[in-house]
Nanobody
Framework: QVQLVESGGGSVQAGGSLRLSCAAS????????MGWHRQAPGKQRELVAR???????YYADSVKGRFTISRDGAKNTVYLQMNSLIPEDTAVYYC??????????WGQGTQVTVSS
């Protein structure tokens, strides 16, 4: 079975930075897509950033220029470097992995709180 474990969340002042990590374990092909979603209070879960096996990336407009996603393919680990954080970034951030068989896996989530 596949397990995703996130780390790096916390509380930070506006303008600060955080780095989220997500390590995938279990029987997993390296040919997959990994990314980050977030869910703020009163809002639906939204895609923040995603990275493919070829390191192609996608970013939501709201985080472009501030967040950077990267991955270690050999370890099936994904990172999200978050700079210039604003209160609107406050949410629970979820790691996501889409396998070669199109199965979706999710982490438990990690809280990010940005105070003004």
């Amino acid at each position: 079975q596949v397990q995703l474990v996130e780390s790096g969340g916390g509380s930070v002042q506006a303008g600060g930075s955080l780095r989220l990590s997500c390590a995938a374990s279990g029987v997993i092909s390296s040919f997959n897509i990994m990314g980050w979603h977030r869910q703020a209070p009163g809002k639906q879960r939204e895609l923040v950033a995603r990275i493919t096996i070829d390191t192609g990336t996608y970013y939501a407009d709201s985080v472009k220029g501030r967040f950077t996603i990267s991955r270690d393919g050999a370890k099936n680990t994904v990172y999200l470097q978050m700079n210039s954080l604003i209160p609107e970034d406050t949410a629970v951030y979820y790691c996501n992995l889409i396998s070669m068989s199109w199965t979706n896996y999710w982490g438990q989530g990690t809280q990010v709180t940005v105070s003004s």
